[in-house]
């Protein structure tokens, strides 16, 4: 059975395809496939699943392998081996509230798609604050008065800007990454091994 | 009604694989001569959390008993185990169990377990027996697309010892050689390049036990490492001489408890890639109890291992009787000890027995 290689839907895939594409692999098929969400090439099956899907299904080894941004590791916390950052897919994040924001001595309320980094950077910093669940475009929760500020990831800063927020502090970097099922990764090394050390930036030839 | 994530009624074919799964083990361990122990399913929380064994808080189901402990349902054998044997102090040092584990992970709560204990056993002794009741268990429930996965604590410990870290920068490069993560390994260990080099080596150092010459060469001037390489490449020949030769070694694996010492292995079924069986050495473990003992153990996970063995179904005999007839039809199904016998008073579906046997008539005669 040939490796499956899970991929992030959306902006990622973009990114990764242009990337797998410059390894002199053939690319055609995972850019003409339509709305198919299983393509068979002549090395691999790719299956195309959202970000946090993505570490599931290599977590129970439906994948053996995956393509996933750090951010959705760092809060899904998959039981899966997280091999390396790729070159793309590069984005920080940051707690960003209205420019010119005069915070009351309250607790604070922190709107976000990341509840369990948002938890994880407020309780390492030792500040209590309300952390409320959002499931996209956040920018608007600071505006609208829902929240006190956000956390969430940027890229360019543009979205912030347009929606006249401005980066409090930033406090993690992330890329995408390159995750691997825990037995997969052990039991079809030969059937991996290559692709992985492929996929790995530099060519893998760091050490040794 | 709704049951909890995890938890499911059984009936049918899973729960005969189980039975057999749990009996063919009872069988093998007494053979081997194992004794058997059990301990109660509720304990305190402290026998599991200490800094001794280190079990997360987190993971464990818990509640207040009336003088306000913390009591848990069982989330580990191992560790109940040592507990059990410090008080009953017995002279007997090999044991078997079966039975559930309760904690919180992804899979649900309850999870099956068969597993052996063997204390005041030493190094090689200990890990030959325990591999090859591994072997034979797994052969007597015929179960035989796996592969085993050789590791040792040895190894990470010795590399990192020239580090001096902080208990918080242990864990967190712990963690990162257990999810092989290179960059987070490289970016702890950058003042010292030496370590970091090795450290990177190590992290790549799983797949067929080639591995162990390479090792045995590279790190031919450090003792330890030696004696560590040596020890794994006779576990790996013992392997072999019992028909083994697909063993595999990840000597990049670090312990999850911190009351491992030495070699650890576990088992992994070809076909589904799943963990059939799991252990390894804890000398560290009976340390709580300001006791020197060397301890070693593994434990097969029951719910995998039986979704994986075939039983095989007796074949179904129906005694059609009537009250009058019921006794001889009873005398009757007492001579068929090896097959499965209903008495039923009506015609019974034909499709459902391989043998239907008519007494209705009998007692008129």
């Known amino acids: ?29 995972l850019t003409d496939k339509g709305r198919k969400l299983r393509v068979d090439t002549d090395d691999f099956q790719f299956i195309f699943a959202k970000g946090p899907d993505v570490a599931t299904y290599v977590q129970y080894g439906i994948a053996d392998l995956g393509i996933v941004g750090g951010d959705i590791l760092a809060e ?133 | 009604m709704f049951l909890p994530d995890g938890s499911q009624d059984q009936i049918g074919k899973i729960l005969l694989k189980k039975q057999h799964v749990y009996q063919i083990f009872n069988d093998v361990a007494v053979s081997r001569g194992f004794k058997a122990i059990e301990t109660p399913v509720i304990e305190y929380a402290d026998t599991f959390t200490n800094p001794h064994v280190g079990m997360p808080f987190q993971q464990l189901l818990k509640w207040f008993d009336r003088e306000g402990a913390i009591e848990v349902l069982r989330p580990d054998w191992t560790t109940a185990i040592a507990r059990a044997l410090m008080k009953l102090n017995p002279k007997e040092s090999k044991w078997f169990y079966q039975g559930s584990v309760f904690t919180q992970d992804k899979d649900g709560i309850e999870s099956r377990q068969a597993g052996i204990e063997m204390i005041r056993t030493a190094p090689i002794e200990g890990e030959i027996e325990t591999l090859c009741f591994a072997i034979d268990y797994l052969s007597a429930v015929d179960v035989s697309d796996y592969v085993i996965e050789l590791g040792h604590t040895g190894i990470y410990e010795t590399m990192i010892a020239p580090l001096s870290l902080t208990p918080d920068e242990e864990t967190k490069l712990r963690q990162a050689m257990h999810d092989k993560r290179q960059d987070v390994v490289k970016d702890l260990t950058q003042n010292n390049t ?59 694996r670090v312990k999850q408890l911190p009351y491992y010492s030495g070699t650890m292995f576990r088992g992994y079924l070809t076909t589904s890639g799943e963990e059939c069986f799991s252990g390894g050495r804890y000398d560290k473990l009976y340390q709580q109890f300001n006791q020197s003992i060397q301890a070693i153990g593994l434990a097969f996970d029951v719910d995998v291992l039986a979704g994986s063995v075939q039983v095989e179904e007796l074949s179904r005999v129906a005694i059609i009787a009537s009250e009058e007839t019921h006794v001889l039809a009873e005398l009757k199904r007492r001579t068929m000890t090896d097959k499965i016998v209903d008495v039923v008073y009506s015609e019974p579906n034909e499709k459902d027995y391989e043998t239907i046997i008519d007494l209705r008539n009998e007692g008129a005669k």
């Open chain 2, 194 to 252: 030496r370590v970091q080099q090795q450290l990177l080596d190590l992290i790549d150092a799983y797949g067929d036990v080639s591995i162990l010459d390479r090792y045995k060469v590279k790190y031919q001037d450090d003792d330890t490492i030696v004696t560590i390489i040596k020890e794994l490449t006779q576990l790996v020949n013992v392997l072999e001489q019992l028909g083994i030769d697909q063993t595999i070694v990840d000597l990049g």
């Open chain 1, 1 to 29: 059975m040939k490796p499956v290689i899970a991929l992030t839907k959306g902006r990622l895939e973009k990114q990764f395809l242009n990337y797998y594409q410059s390894l002199g692999y053939d690319i055609e098929p």
């Open chain 1, 76 to 208: 899904c916390q998959p039981d899966v081996f997280d091999l390396f950052p790729l070159p793309f897919g590069a984005c920080r994040m940051a707690v960003a509230t209205e420019e010119g924001k005069v915070w009351s001595n309250g607790k604070k309320r922190i709107a976000s798609k990341y509840t369990g980094i948002t938890k994880a950077f407020y309780k390492e910093k030792g500040e209590s604050v309300d952390i409320i669940k959002l499931e996209g475009s956040v920018e608007l929760a600071p505006i609208l008065g829902l929240s006190d500020a956000i956390v969430d990831i940027v890229e360019t800063g543009n979205t912030l800007k347009e929606n006249g927020l401005v980066v409090e502090e930033e406090f993690m970097q992330f890329s995408a990454r390159l995750i691997a099922n825990r037995s997969a990764l052990k039991i079809k090394r030969e059937e991996l091994k290559p692709v992985i050390d492929r996929l790995k930036p530099n060519g893998g030839n760091e050490h040794d």
